[in-house]
């Protein structure tokens, strides 16, 4: 069984649409997150829930919109595509009392023409 | 501010080496470390979390050591094998938001039989 499944696993897509990445994971972890890879392989965070709060909002557009339906499930909507959105977004997630090791699906790799 | 850098960007190493990884962090008040490896076009897979108050860790061939007052950690390889190559990447989490991974810039590690 995955923990921490994403979908869709590639996204191809025109500039200025709007599109959702899907994030679930059946660990029972309390926290969620969403990170970004950039084409130099740097990953960074953009944003942490935790049991459907929004903890972290690093400085990412408000073009990008995280919802959390319920504690296993964190989907990233983007706005108004651009360009430089091109990446591979990955979900991760984590429980405190297991000193917030992270667990990371397996991304999505998102292409902006 | 914290920063994590790891050394060296890149390994190309015979099989059977054993090797060392190098992972620096500019804040010392971390709460733990965790380092992952990716394989190309996958999401990461974590290999050892080592807390504040460890020294080191060992799983299997690995070995992660961590000297906080100096702001190093290495993990250690022992007798590598091709299916070791993949990108190792160390993440550190401050004491102050236990939440949040910072991530090293990684090495590439390449394993030739």
């Known amino acids: 069984d995955t923990a921490v499944s994403q979908t869709p696993k590639y996204l191809v897509t025109q500039m200025g649409n709007d599109k959702s990445i899907k994030c679930e994971q059946n660990l029972g972890h309390d926290t969620m997150y969403w990170y970004k890879q950039d084409s130099k392989k740097f990953l960074k965070i953009m944003f942490s829930?935790?049991?459907?709060?929004?903890?972290i909002n690093e400085t990412v557009p408000n073009r990008f919109s995280p919802k959390s339906p319920d504690k296993a499930h964190l989907n990233l909507h983007i706005n108004s595509l651009e360009l430089g959105d091109s990446a591979v977004y990955f979900c991760?997630?984590?429980?405190?009392?297991?000193?917030?090791?992270?667990?990371f699906g397996p991304g999505t790799r998102l292409t902006v023409l | 501010k914290q920063e994590v850098t790891q050394i060296p960007a890149a390994l190309s190493v015979p099989e059977g080496e054993n090797l060392v990884l190098n992972c620096s962090f500019t804040?010392?008040?971390?709460?733990?470390l965790q380092w992952f490896r990716q394989d190309p076009g996958k999401g990461l897979t974590s290999l050892l979390l080592i807390q504040s108050s460890q020294r080191e860790q060992t799983s299997g061939r690995l070995n992660a050591s961590l000297d906080k007052s100096s702001g190093r950690s290495t993990l250690y390889i022992a007798a590598s094998q091709p299916g070791d190559s993949a990108t190792y990447l160390c993440?550190?989490?401050?004491?102050?938001?236990?939440?949040?991974?910072?991530f090293g810039t990684g090495t590439r590690l390449q394993v030739f039989p």
């Open positions: 991760a997630s984590s429980q405190e009392d297991t000193y917030n090791e992270q667990f």
């Open positions: 804040d010392s008040a971390i709460y733990n």
């Open positions: 993440a550190v989490r401050n004491t102050y938001n236990t939440d949040k991974l910072i």
């Open positions: 829930y935790n049991n459907k709060e929004l903890i």
